[in-house]
C-alpha cells in the first residue's frame, strides 16, 4: 500500500490493513514519502501491529517547485517522481512474497505505472474519502471539457449523478483556480482512476444511499466501487492505569457529565486565522456549553492547512486566544495544543458534540460514536461535504455560515446542536441512527465487510489462476 502525504491518508490505509489481517489473513507493507517523516507519523508507524510493515520511499527532488506550490500538487510530483523507486521495490515485493495487490490512494494513481511495470495483477485505488467526492473527480475529465468558466462562478450547483448538488464555491478546493496546476493534477488523477481494477472506497450507505446505488452497478467506463467503510481508528478506551497514567483530557473529560462536551478540532493539520480564532474563543464562551478545543497557531501568513505536514504548532497558540479566555472558561471548558486523542474523545461519553473542520476521517469517526456536528470546513473537500452533511437528506451537521462567523452565530449554533429542539434534535437522532447503521455493515455480513470479502476474493482467485498457469 502507498500512502501519499498527510495522517488522514495514512490512518484510514492503515486500518484497511489491519481489517484485511484480522479478517483475511493478509500482510501489508505500507510505503510512505520521505517528505512526510514527521514525529507524529513516525510515533503512528510504530504503534502498528506486526502484519503491517512500514517502508519509507526514497527521497526526490521538489525543489523546482514553488514554495506556494499546493500539497495536492507537492503530494502528486513526489508521487509521479517516485515511480522508478517504486517499481523497484514492487519487484523486490514479488520476489520474495506472494503479492496479491498493490493499494495506492487519491493522489497515488500515477504509482500503478510502477505496478504495471512491475507486473502486479491487482492494482487498487483506496479512496479515503466519500462517494460524492469520488464521483466528481471521475467525473472531471468530462467536465474539464463542459464547464467553461471557474467553479466558483458557475449560476447553479453542480449536480452529479446521486449527489447532492455542490454550489460552486464549495467544490473541492483543488478545482478552484484552473491556472493553478493542481487543477490540472486532480483533472489527470480523475483520467488516471480508471487504470485501477477496483476502487475501495472509506464510506458507507447510510450516510450517502443514493450516490452508493449509483456507483454500485456496473459501466464499463470506471472501475467496480467498493464502499467498504466507515474504517476508522481505534484506539482502545480502557487505559490500563496501573502502568500509564490517563491521558490528561480524558481524565478531565470523565469528569463531565455525559453528552455534555462539545469536542472542537480541526483535524491533523488545519488552523484558522487568527480573528476567527478569537470569535470561536468568545463564541464558546457564550455558549454556555462544556468544550474541549485542540487549539493550533494561527495560520495568519500562511495556510490555513500550514500544519498540513506536522501537526505540530509553530508558535505558541495560546498566545492567540483571547486575554483570560483561559481563566474564565476553567470550569466549563479544556483547552489543549495541537494534538488529541480523537477517537477516544469521540468514544467517551462525557462527548456530545463535534466542531469539526469536516476532514472525512473525522466526519466517520464522530458518526461511529454517534457524536453529531457542527461543520466548520477550510480546505481540501471539506467545504463539499458540510454542504452533503447539513443537506436535509443526510442530516448529520449544522454548518455555521460561511459568512458572518461571528461569536453570537457560533453560540448559538453550539446550543442548537447540543441541547436545541428543532434542528439540532433531528441531527442528534439522525446520527444516533447512522451510528447503528454504520456497525451493521462492518460486522460479518454487513455490506461493507462483504465488498472487502468480495475484492479480496478477487484477487486471490486471479494470482491462483495466475500461478496455475
Ligand atoms: N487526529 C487526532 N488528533 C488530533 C487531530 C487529528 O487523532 O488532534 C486524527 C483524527 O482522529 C483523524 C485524522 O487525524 O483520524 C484527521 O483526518 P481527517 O480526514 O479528519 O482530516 P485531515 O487531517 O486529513 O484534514
Excluded at 492505569?241 to 457529565?257: H, N
Excluded at 468514544?347 to 456536528?373: D, I, K, Q, R, Y
Aim: net charge negative; proline share 8%.
Amino acid at each position: 500500500m502507498l500512502a501519499t502525504p498527510g495522517m488522514g491518508h495514512l490512518i484510514p490505509l492503515a486500518e484497511l490493513a489491519k481489517r484485511l489481517a484480522s479478517r483475511h489473513g493478509i500482510t501489508t507493507t505500507l510505503l510512505t514519502f520521505a517528505s512526510t517523516a514527521s514525529a507524529t507519523q513516525r510515533a503512528f508507524l510504530a504503534s502498528l501491529p506486526s502484519t503491517i510493515s512500514a517502508q519509507s520511499l526514497p527521497a526526490v527532488d521538489l525543489s523546482d517547485l514553488p514554495p506556494t506550490a499546493a500539497i495536492e500538487t507537492r503530494m502528486s510530483e513526489e508521487c509521479a517522481r517516485s515511480v522508478p523507486a517504486l517499481t523497484s521495490i514492487l519487484l523486490d515485493l514479488k520476489r520474495t512474497t506472494r503479492l496479491v495487490a498493490f493499494v495506492a490512494d487519491l493522489f497515488g494513481a500515477d504509482s500503478f505505472d510502477a505496478a504495471a511495470k512491475a507486473g502486479v495483477t491487482n492494482k487498487c485505488l483506496f479512496f479515503p474519502t466519500n462517494l460524492h467526492v469520488l464521483t466528481l473527480i471521475l467525473h472531471l475529465p468530462e467536465l474539464d471539457g463542459s464547464v467553461t468558466c471557474e467553479f466558483k462562478e458557475l449560476p447553479e450547483p453542480l449536480r452529479l449523478p446521486g449527489c447532492v448538488p455542490i454550489p460552486g464555491p464549495d467544490i473541492l478546493m483543488p478545482l478552484q483556480d484552473k491556472s493553478d496546476p493542481c487543477y490540472r493534477w486532480m483533472v489527470h488523477h480523475g483520467a488516471k482512476y480508471r487504470d485501477a481494477d477496483a476502487v475501495l472506497v472509506n464510506s458507507f450507505d447510510a450516510v450517502e444511499p443514493e450516490a452508493a446505488k449509483i456507483l454500485r452497478q456496473p459501466d464499463p467506463t470506471r472501475p467496480t466501487v467498493y464502499p467498504i467503510g466507515p474504517l476508522i481508528k481505534h484506539d482502545n478506551n480502557n487505559n490500563d492505569f496501573a502502568k500509564t497514567p490517563r491521558e490528561p483530557c480524558l481524565a478531565w473529560l470523565d469528569a463531565q457529565p455525559d453528552r455534555s462536551v462539545l469536542f472542537v478540532s480541526f483535524g491533523s493539520g488545519g488552523s484558522l486565522p487568527s480573528s476567527e480564532m478569537r470569535e470561536l474563543a468568545l463564541g464558546l464562551e457564550r455558549s454556555g456549553q462544556r468544550f474541549l478545543w485542540v487549539v493550533r497557531s494561527p495560520s495568519d501568513g500562511g495556510a490555513v492547512n500550514d500544519n498540513y505536514y506536522d501537526a505540530e504548532s509553530k508558535r505558541d497558540p495560546f498566545a492567540y486566544l483571547p486575554e483570560g479566555f483561559v481563566e474564565r472558561t476553567r470550569d466549563t471548558g479544556l483547552v489543549v495544543p495541537s494534538w488529541a486523542p480523537q477517537t477516544k474523545v469521540l468514544a467517551h461519553p462525557a462527548t456530545g458534540g463535534f466542531l469539526t473542520h469536516c476532514g472525512w476521517n473525522s466526519v466517520l469517526e464522530s458518526l461511529v460514536h454517534g457524536v453529531p456536528m457542527v461543520a466548520w470546513p477550510l480546505y481540501a473537500e471539506q467545504r463539499q461535504n458540510a454542504v452533503m452533511l447539513a443537506d436535509e437528506s443526510v442530516g448529520a451537521a449544522i454548518r455555521v455560515p460561511e459568512k458572518g462567523k461571528d461569536a453570537e452565530r457560533i453560540a448559538a449554533v453550539v446550543r442548537e446542536l447540543m441541547e436545541g429542539e428543532g434542528k439540532g434534535a433531528a441531527v442528534r437522532a439522525k446520527v444516533a441512527e447512522m451510528r447503528k447503521a454504520a456497525a451493521d455493515g462492518l460486522r460479518e455480513g454487513g455490506a461493507a465487510a462483504a465488498a472487502l470479502a468480495e475484492v479480496v476474493d478477487k484477487w486471490t482467485t486471479t494470482e491462483d489462476q495466475l500461478m496455475e498457469e
